[in-house]
Structures are given as C-alpha cells and as structure tokens.
C-alpha cells in the first residue's frame, strides 16, 4: 500500500512540474553594415516565405482532389455497410423479441443469416450490431494535406544562417509557459 502512496504522489508531482519551451533570440550588430545585410536577410526571409505559401497552396489543391478520391471511394463503401447494418438491425430486432419471446419459455436461441446448423437456428447471443462511421471530407483534406504537403520550407534555417553571417547573435532561452514557479 506504501509503495502505491509513493508512486501516486511522484506521478503528481511530476505532473505539476514546470514546463519550458527553448525560444531563439536574434541580437542585431551594432554596425551599419550588419544591419543591412540583415535587412537582406530579411528580404530573402519574406520572398522564400512568399514561394512557399504559393507552393504549399498548390499542394493544398492538389490535397484536395486526393481527398476527394478518398472520400467519394469511403462513401461508397460506407453506403454499402450502412445497407448491411440495417439488414443486421432487422435481424437483431426479430432476434431480440424471439429471445425474449423463448426466453420466457426457457429457450433463448436466435435465428442466423448464417448456417451453423441444418436448420439457421444456434445458440450464439444475440449481439446489437455497429453502426457505420460517416466519412468527412474536411477530414480528408486534413489528412491529405498532412500527408502530401510540407509547411516547412527551411526558410527560418536559411535567414538564422544568413543573419549569423551578417554578425548577428542567437541565443537559446528557456522560457517557463506551463505551471511556472
């Protein structure tokens, strides 16, 4: 019972602890000339973001007409499980009231689309069947998007690289965002 006490009360502490998350912070050179070419970097910075939102929202259409695919070939099939669960919802009805039509006689047996016995008639529960999940297309997309495209294009490596180079500095800093002291 101790050792629980004292495994329960860690995982609460440890639950409880600060945490941190790293934040680079850019120091501008003091000469005129770092300056400009940091603000070089910087225009490199904006037109290589500029390329990449163009490039990422040609994926992104290109994401679309693949999660239209996908969707329009999951609806399909989610039609035609939609049409077996009601089948199987009639079966479970009819089972239902036939278990506790022989229950009350002391049977409890159901009727099967599928032959155990010569006669369709077991033994088995009765189990409600599930119904199918409708596809979302906004879903889809999502996860087309996520899988095709690339938010990142590597332009914050690129201007860091560019603004050291210049004489800047970057420094790493630790800064508490969650459950702070």
């Not at 290589?48 to 099939?77: F, G, H, M, P």
Request: glycine share 6%.
């Amino acid at each position: 019972m101790q050792y629980i006490l004292i495994i329960f009360c860690s995982l609460f502490f440890l639950g409880c602890s600060p945490k941190y998350k790293s934040i680079n912070e850019h120091v501008l050179p003091s000469s005129t000339q770092g300056k400009e070419c940091i603000s070089k970097c910087q225009k490199q910075y904006g037109s290589c973001k500029e390329i990449c939102e163009a490039n990422l929202e040609i994926c992104k259409t290109k994401a679309i007409k693949v999660a239209k695919k996908r969707y329009d070939e999951k609806k399909r099939e989610y039609v035609a499980r939609l049409e077996r669960y009601v089948d199987e919802m009639r079966m479970y009805d009819f089972n239902m009231n036939l278990y506790y039509f022989d229950g009350f006689f002391g049977y409890g047996y159901r009727w099967s689309y599928y032959p155990r016995s010569f006669l369709w008639y077991d033994s088995y529960p009765v189990i409600r069947p599930y119904r199918p999940i409708k596809p979302s297309l906004s879903l889809e997309v999502e996860k087309a998007t996520k899988e095709i495209c690339d938010a990142n294009c590597g332009c914050s490596q690129t201007y860091d690289k560019c603004f050291v180079g210049c004489g800047g500095i970057i420094s790493t800093k630790e800064v508490c965002v969650e459950n702070c002291p």
